[in-house]
């Protein structure tokens, strides 16, 4: 079962927490099934933060909203890849840490979806599955408009 829900994550710190967390697992992820379990559980962090936030986002509230919907994409994408794992589920700790505002959290997602759309290109190059190697492409491509949208590079 995929999971929808991220427990913890309502706070600013506790949400700066959950992104570290996500990008040391992402950076260490090993193999074509890790790096794929752990870029659609980045994905969906980024989705629900960003929806957490998008109602408060002010004058970026397009650039949340179409990120958001970049994660929601780039996941799907990852879903369909052969090499995904089954019953793959996202988790967090949720513990608290340091206040965060919304533009700490923008620059650390940003950064997220860099390492994600670096991990994807990496696996997709060595990737034996025709249908791994097109998903990892097709995503790296939505993490690279997530980065984009949220830095506005």
């Known amino acids: 079962m995929i999971t929808e829900w991220w427990p913890g994550i309502h706070s600013p710190g506790a949400q700066m927490n959950e992104i570290k967390d996500m990008h ?4 260490s992820a090993v193999g074509i099934t890790g790096i794929l379990a752990h ?4 994905f969906d962090l980024i989705r629900v933060i960003l929806r957490r936030y998008q109602d408060r986002a002010g004058e970026v509230f397009a650039a949340y909203t ?11 994408l990852l879903t369909a890849a052969p090499s995904i794992p089954l019953g793959h589920t996202a988790t967090t700790n949720g513990a608290p840490s340091q206040s965060a505002d919304a533009a700490e959290i923008a620059d650390s997602l ?3 979806a860099s390492l994600l759309s670096s991990r994807l290109m990496s696996a997709a190059l060595v990737a034996t599955h025709a249908g791994d190697r ?10 690279d408009s997530i980065n984009t949208l949220l830095t506005g590079e």
């Open 134 to 143: 097109d998903a990892c492409q097709q995503a790296a491509a939505e993490a």
């Open 66 to 76: 179409m990120a958001a919907a970049a994660a929601v994409r780039g996941r799907n």
């Open 110 to 112: 940003a950064s997220l």
């Open 24 to 27: 040391e697992r992402l950076e």
């Open 39 to 42: 870029s659609w559980a980045a």
